[in-house]
């Protein structure tokens, strides 16, 4: 093994600071100096072999001055009593800040301890934890804790993030930095104005009591017959969740899919409605309890995804019947079959027999490499010849 040099020392140093170790300790994290650095000196045999060598780089490592050396006395039969390095420590956290070069953004860190701590003394804990995230946020610091000390002031306000009044502070801020203001809100405010069911950056508003921009369901209808606006416009509607749910729409049949064309050019059905889904989020149509009283068709894409999305819709809707999601349907349509990047491979509970059946011959390549159908390739007259038979 090489001897220690002092780009190796330095080396050593710099991951304290890429742990946080350094600039935690100026926050109330783990006190670490004195320190003692790794450290390999030359044996017995390499100082009688390589003497110059040694002296080099004794030398070398005296010429830096933020650290301290210890020193062991060594007697050699010809070389006679000389002292070598046998250690080297760091006793103060200003040495190890002056050995990497770090003493400005130290500053700068002890800036934002101490701002914190006459504002938000609840987040130098967080300060401890992720100091260099801290130093990245260093400009926007001060409006992040303002935001922090308005929340903390007015909790759940029950308004839009653009209504927020404070200098500097806007929305896009805000926006962008929803996953570090969760951190510091879930440790200020109290538990009760939280709601702990809203996760993730789409969860932030409703987590903190702000108002949300509304879910929307878009749907047609089918019926010619049937219309909710004057005759001549198109009954393409698109309605707020709420307002979806309170609709109660006199059609005895829904079709969902997963395709905005299809979801177009869906040909006209008798008392029935279709509805532009969502992919794996049904939490909207969930809310509308008059659809469990309608007979509901899901048509997604034969593939691994298609079947995990219809498996969580059933968890909302259990008696949905699939649609065009069948194994006939898939060979009859062999030269449009695609490739799925990303199949789904675990159990999927909620499936027919038949689904289950089709489902696992596609996770398991059986007619070959993660094929898939994408329901838009379905041919349209196909699609109207599978609507006469419901």
Known sequence: MKWTTPADLKAQVIKLWDRGLLLGSLSGGEAIFPLRLKFKSPDSRELSERFSEVREWIAQLKAAKQYRIEWRRVNHRDLGANTIPSAIWLDTLEDALALIGKRRAAEQFSSLVEL??????????????????????????????????????????????????????????????????????????AEEVIDPTSTGGGGFCRRYGFLDKPSRVRFRLLDPDMRLLPMGFDQDIAVTQTSFSLLELPVSKVFITENEINFLA??????????????????????????????????????????????????????????????????????????????????????????????DQLRHNHWGNRIRLEQERIGFDFLVNALRTL
């Open 116 to 189: 914190t701590s006459k504002s938000q003394p609840e987040l130098v804990p967080w300060l401890a934890k992720r100091p260099l995230r801290a130093l990245e946020l260093a400009e926007e610091w001060p409006q992040l804790l303002a935001i922090v000390a308005w929340l903390h002031k007015h909790p759940r306000p029950a308004m839009y993030l653009r209504q927020i009044d404070l200098p500097g502070v806007h929305t896009k801020l805000i926006e962008g930095r929803r996953g570090i203001l969760t951190e510091l809100l879930d440790l200020v405010l």
């Open 266 to 359: 869906f040909p006209n059905v008798p008392d029935a409605m279709v509805i532009f889904g969502a992919g794996y989020g049904f939490d909207n149509l969930a809310a509308a309890p008059w659809l469990k009283q309608k007979a509901i068709y899901y048509w997604g894409d034969i593939d691994t995804h298609g079947f995990a999305i219809l498996n969580q819709f059933r968890g909302f809707f259990p008696g949905t019947t699939s649609f065009l999601m069948d194994r006939q349907t898939l060979l009859d349509h062999r030269p449009l079959w695609g490739v799925e990047t990303q199949p789904e491979t675990g159990p999927l509970a909620r499936l027919s027999e038949e689904e289950s059946v089709l489902y």
